[in-house]
């Protein structure tokens, strides 16, 4: 990247994490994913829905049903999924938090920076998912991406802050 580009990225248009396209190959790596339902990115958050063709998890991301095994994954900077049928994602978050304070600020941060640029319709899904004790978390701290996979309704919602 030239200089002048440089300059213009962190400039007051700011870059963009991720455009659509690699948003949508990022999230596949894990996720069937359907049409965009919401994409929206500027210097300092992305965020997407799509609609999934199905709702399993693929076997390159962990699904487990503890907050201590998630912790554990994310410590070694993998990507997981906690599902925990008994409690919706939001709680799952606090509970990480309790346990690790700078992965868990990390997921937050995540969570509400992304949110940030979400439009009314991947706000509105994301809200109903983080509630929603089916709904899977997913973290993968390399890209610092929260994703929110609602069985229900069949929405994966990916938010990410400025990393």
Do not use: K
Request: with cysteine; aromatic share 6%.
């Amino acid at each position: 990247m030239s200089v002048a580009m440089l300059m213009a990225c962190l400039g007051l248009s700011g870059c963009t994490r991720m455009d659509e396209a690699a948003m949508r190959a990022y999230a596949a790596q894990w996720f069937q994913l359907d049409e965009t339902m919401g994409f929206a990115a500027t210097g300092g958050c992305t965020s997407a829905a799509f609609r999934l063709v199905d709702t399993q998890v693929g076997s390159s991301m962990p699904v487990v049903r503890s907050v201590g095994q998630a912790l554990n994954l994310m410590q070694q900077a993998r990507p997981v999924a906690l599902d925990r049928r008994d409690q919706a994602p939001d709680a799952g978050m606090i509970d990480l938090v309790n346990l690790d304070r700078e992965l868990g600020y990390r997921m937050r941060r995540a969570a509400l920076e992304g949110r940030g640029c979400m439009d009314a319709v991947t706000s509105s899904a994301f809200g109903y998912a983080l509630v929603n004790p089916r709904a899977l978390l997913a973290f993968e701290p390399g890209e610092a991406a929260l994703m929110v996979l609602d069985p229900d309704t069949r929405v994966l919602v990916v938010s990410m802050g400025e990393g």
